[in-house]
């Protein structure tokens, strides 16, 4: 019974039983994920709870949809938010282009005169557009999808009870069709860069985490994951900068994303090692507002690239 | 995993304990999310402190700014162990936040004049006189009033106006409805129907200086942030100290009264001094950038002192004027006969306002909810 009901719910992928197992799947799957971040994701899956990851701008949340889509060898089906999405946007819509096709052949071939059948005709499952919530408790194979809910923040209160609602039956009510179930539930990731609070109850249908940077040597070796082409010592000093720019109070502290832009930047222009004129000349993929470049400038770019690695102080 | 038929996890007795310390921190911690918290133990190695701090950060906590009364909480009941006979002492200190009454006058003095005096003084202030009374000069019968004067302002009718989907003659193709047309005339499109998309109005953030030198105003306009939060409009409420405290939820009460106590509570700083600057920095930083100033009508209430860098506060103005749609500024100064902005953060922060306001009586309030309405819903 219990067996049963864990596979039903449960989505771990073969040969993990342990956090640190999917630790080391996520790994070689070119993600570095710390002992909490790894732990989060393999109770979401082993408990088929919803995993709702808040964090900065760049930090890798939407990439943890991602590689679970990757690993589990399952479709990623996402829905990105905004302010205004409704359930048109986010569930379903009808095909009315094709229904009116649709009415017009009746009308011409005069296969069906009773409106009332028609109209039952036009409501059935061929006239329905599903969008990615629909898509994804729709989805039947040996291992449910991924279903990434992206910046979630963005959209309004209502969409969020809405959200709430979905996530606990994993079923929706079309009025003129009845109610679609999930075969087994998706394995939800939710996002938010925090422009507000989303509420309470939709949080705590989910199992929750804050990731914040990286740490030095995580951010090294995520950079030689992510951009092997990059030579020990550039990685080094390309993670310190980067550690560097953050403390600085800047608009838009890089995240990860910026510092792997960053280092593939450099390899780009053939960098072996940091140096204040390859700074200057790439400071742009790493810090995206002008008034960021400018106090890091004032900063002096020379403070960014000294003693670490093999530059030397 | 659990064995022979026991319903209960085995951890959840500590689980409890330990949720009843987090709710005790401030953490929303309730029964749900013990559970959970049990659950998870099971899954991991409950023998093992990593695993037992992560399944508890996992399950029991719902915001970064929890995460410091959870690890010390962490600590004091894992580490220090509660499972010990003896009941740990609370060396470690928590913040919890206390509540402070000053903005609110003692709750026995409201509930006095609410009832009995005020029908007298009223007769005395007719309500014409207190429309243009500056509140620096009210007593404390007339802020009852003002409350009610308030009420009235329908802030809430200017910003809710009903502005839903509407069938129109032009704009957008609504295939829904034309569908259904067509349905009725054999199929034949012979009207399209179209709608125009619904208009929200814009959100609208007002930032309420509650510093020494606003004092006399504070109360006044903490009232008016009240109303405007009540309203169901899209708004959302900070004030500002030495510090930014987000207050929407705190003002979401009916009751005034409780609502301004509230805040007052999760406000630490009233009328301490003004570091307006950094804590515009804050709001851009924590809030504005991330999407709550993008296109939103942005209301700061202040004379404008700024004990900090005026440079700061000058910066962060343009950074709010280019994510707003407006930037309105009232300043209770500005009715003085032969105002000019000589406080160096009002005059920094000026060239980047759109609409300046004086904000000082009844009267000006008016005027206010007029600016904002205009600003959320006409002029798009």
């Known amino acids: 019974m219990t067996e049963a009901a864990n596979g039903r719910r449960g989505a771990l992928p073969p040969g993990v039983s342990r956090s640190g197992d999917l630790s080391a799947r996520l790994r070689e799957h070119d993600y570095l994920a710390d002992e909490g971040l790894a732990t989060a994701i393999f109770l979401a899956l082993k408990l088929g709870r919803p995993l709702f990851l808040e964090g900065e701008a760049g930090v890798g949340k939407t990439e943890v949809a991602k590689v679970l889509s990757r690993i589990l060898q399952t479709p990623l089906i996402r829905l990105q938010c905004y302010e205004g999405i409704d359930v048109f946007q986010a569930v379903y819509e009808w095909d009315y282009a094709r229904q009116l096709l649709h009415i017009r052949a009746a009308e011409a071939l005069g296969t069906e005169e009773d409106p009332r059948r028609l109209e039952r005709d036009l409501y059935t499952h061929e006239f329905l557009v599903s969008r990615p919530l629909l898509q994804a408790l729709e989805h039947r194979g040996p291992q449910p999808p991924v279903l990434l809910i992206d910046e979630v923040d963005r959209s309004d209160d209502e969409f969020e009870a809405f959200l709430l609602e979905i996530l606990s039956d994993f079923a929706v009510t079309i009025p003129e069709l009845g109610t679609i179930q999930a075969d087994r539930p998706p394995v939800a990731v939710l996002t938010s860069n925090r422009t507000r609070e989303v509420h309470d109850a939709l949080k705590r249908r989910c199992l929750y985490f804050y990731i914040e940077h990286p740490s030095f040597e995580r951010e090294v070796e995520i950079v030689r994951l992510r951009v092997p082409e990059a030579e020990n010592t550039l990685a080094r000093q390309v993670a310190a900068a980067v550690e560097r720019l953050r403390a600085m109070d800047l608009y838009k502290p890089p995240g990860v994303a910026e510092t792997i832009d960053w280092t593939e930047a450099l390899v780009a222009l053939g960098a072996k090692e940091l140096d204040e004129s390859v700074v200057r000349a790439t400071i742009g993929s790493v810090l995206k507002y002008r008034e960021d470049q400018q106090r890091a400038a004032n900063a002096g770019l020379s403070a960014l690239v000294s003693g670490v690695g093999g530059a030397g102080g | ?122 007769r005395y202030s007719p309500v014409e006189v207190l429309r243009q009374k500056d509140f620096a000069l009210y007593s404390p019968e007339e802020f009852a009033e003002l409350q009610r004067l308030i009420a009235d302002l329908r802030l809430s009718g200017a910003m809710k106006k009903s502005r839903r989907l509407e069938p129109a003659h032009r704009g957008r193709h609504d295939p829904r409805r034309t569908l259904r047309g067509a ?99 804050e709001f851009v930083d924590r809030w504005g950038q991330r999407g709550m100033a993008r296109g939103a009508v942005v209301v700061v209430l202040s004379d404008g002192w700024d004990r900090g860098d005026v440079a700061v506060l000058a910066e962060q103005m343009q950074r709010i004027s280019r994510l707003a749609h407006r930037v309105i500024w009232v300043n209770p100064l500005k009715s003085a006969p032969g105002y000019k902005p000589l406080a160096a953060g009002m005059a920094a922060a000026l060239p980047h306002v759109d609409v300046f306001l004086s904000g000082h009586n009844f009267e000006s309030l008016e005027e206010l909810a007029e600016a904002i309405a205009d600003a959320a819903w006409r002029d798009r």
Not at chain 2, 77 to 94: C, L, M, N, T, Y
Not at chain 2, 197 to 217: F, T
Not at chain 2, 218 to 236: M, T
Request: proline share 5%; hydrophobic share 40%.
């Open chain 2, 183 to 281: 349905m009725r005339t054999g199929g034949e499109a012979v009207r399209h129907r179209f709608r125009k998309a619904r208009v929200r109005p814009r959100r609208v953030v007002l930032l309420c200086d509650v510093s020494g030198s606003m004092a006399a105003y504070s109360r006044a306009l903490l009232r008016f942030l009240h109303a405007g939060v009540i309203s169901g409009a899209r708004l959302e409420a900070f004030s500002i100290g030495t510090r930014l405290t987000r207050i929407t939820k705190e003002l979401a009460t009916r009751d005034p009264d409780q609502a301004l106590r509230q805040a007052s509570g999760a406000v630490k700083d009233i009328s301490g001094g003004t570091r307006l600057g950094d804590a515009m920095k």
């Open chain 2, 1 to 122: 995993m659990a064995e022979g038929d026991v319903q209960t996890p085995p951890m959840l007795d500590a689980a409890v304990a330990f949720g009843r310390i987090l709710r005790g921190v401030g953490l929303r911690v309730g029964t749900d999310r013990v559970v959970g918290f049990a659950r998870a133990l099971e899954e991991l190695d409950a023998g093992r402190r990593e695993d037992v701090y992560w399944a508890g950060r996992i399950t029991l906590v719902s915001r970064p700014e929890e995460l410091e009364n959870y690890d010390r909480a962490f600590e004091l009941f894992w580490d220090k162990g509660a499972s010990a006979k003896a009941r740990p002492r609370p060396k470690i200190r928590f913040s919890i936040p206390q509540p402070d009454r000053s903005v609110m006058p003692p709750k026995k003095t409201v509930e006095k004049s609410e009832r009995g005096e005020e029908a007298v003084k009223l």
